[in-house]
């Protein structure tokens, strides 16, 4: 196996064979990230990449799990894709899911037959970084993408039929814009309807270059009360039916875990709870990334 560099995935694909299919991240300019950044993005070669699993193949007799890494691999031309996942379902015909990292422009770069195409072929579910809901705020962290964009590719993702796991960044808007960035993604989160959201709260890598706007005082970090009033907002301002929500990643503040709509006013009590200081909430040392 040949990786390079940082390989970052999700944590629910801690278990998963990760190959990595393009190297980087195609957009790799958000102020608030320092993901990649030893990396020129560019999508490897379709042989190397094939032997890679070819090698994997020999050293692993069982795979339920395959993640596609870098960032973006959806990014691939289709038929780049399609023979992977080929490849796939040929060699690994136990593997029940493969998934990667999207981006709206890749999802929306394809068409929605090659995107049905690609779940017959075996991928099932792609991870995409909303952020946040409001554009102010996505253009503030050069996300490069709007909401309604956002929107529109998380459509075509449920028109193929895969699933869509779908984070947010509490404490994005900083001490100015908190509540634009609760609503915002709380209704932006419901018009994309993903199967799971994932909530991670902000921290500062040093280099990133948010950690600038800090120093010259343009942004203020909020405060571990200040991000659980936010998220109570967001969580207000969500209609998921059905979809799991997860802020148990290191970054959180205060573990919360259920599936909307059914547990919104559970998790909400929790954060009620929370702010009048009957709950556990992280040490900032605790906190990671
Ligand atoms: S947040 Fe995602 S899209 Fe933005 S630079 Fe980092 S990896 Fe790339």
């Keep these: 196996m040949h990786y390079q560099g940082t390989v970052y995935r999700p944590p629910s694909e801690a278990r998963s064979l990760i190959v990595q299919v393009t190297l980087g991240c195609s957009q790799n300019g958000c102020t608030f990230c320092s993901m990649y950044k030893d990396k020129n993005f560019h999508i490897r070669y379709l042989d190397e990449i094939l032997a890679d699993f070819k090698e994997a193949r020999e050293l692993y007799k069982n795979i339920d799990k395959i993640f596609l890494a870098d960032g973006d691999a959806l990014i691939c031309k289709y038929d780049m894709l ?4 080929d490849f796939i379902k040929k060699y690994f015909p136990e593997c029940k899911r493969v998934t990667c990292y999207a981006s709206a422009k890749s999802i929306l770069l394809k068409s929605e037959e090659e995107l049905i195409n690609l779940r017959k072929k075996g991928l099932t579910m792609v991870y995409l970084g909303l952020e946040s809901g409001s554009d102010k705020i996505l253009k503030r962290v050069k996300k490069g993408v709007t909401s309604k964009e956002m929107i529109e590719a998380s459509n075509k993702i449920h028109n193929a039929n ?3 796991s779908v984070t947010a960044i509490s404490g994005l808007g900083g001490n100015e814009l908190w509540e634009e960035h609760a609503v915002e993604t709380g209704k932006t989160l419901s018009r ?14 040093q280099g990133v270059p948010l950690e600038e706007e800090i120093k010259k ?23 998921c039916d059905n979809a799991v929500f997860r802020a148990n990643h290191a970054s959180n503040y205060l573990n919360l875990k259920g599936t909307l709509n059914q547990d919104k006013k559970e998790l909400i009590d929790k954060l009620n709870n929370a702010l009048k200081g009957k709950e556990y909430i992280k040490e900032e040392y605790m906190r990671g990334l």
Excluded: Q
């Excluded at 399609?82 to 996942?85: D, G």
């Excluded at 993903?194 to 709260?201: A, F, K, Q, S, V």
């Excluded at 005082?217 to 209609?239: A, R, V, W």
């Design 217 to 239: 005082g343009t942004f203020k970090l909020m405060d571990p009360y200040d991000i659980l009033k936010e998220t109570k907002l967001l969580i207000e301002n969500l209609n």
């Design 82 to 85: 399609a023979t992977i996942l």
């Design 162 to 164: 895969i699933n869509l």
């Design 192 to 205: 994309m309807n993903p199967e799971y959201i994932g909530l991670l709260t902000l921290m500062i890598e």
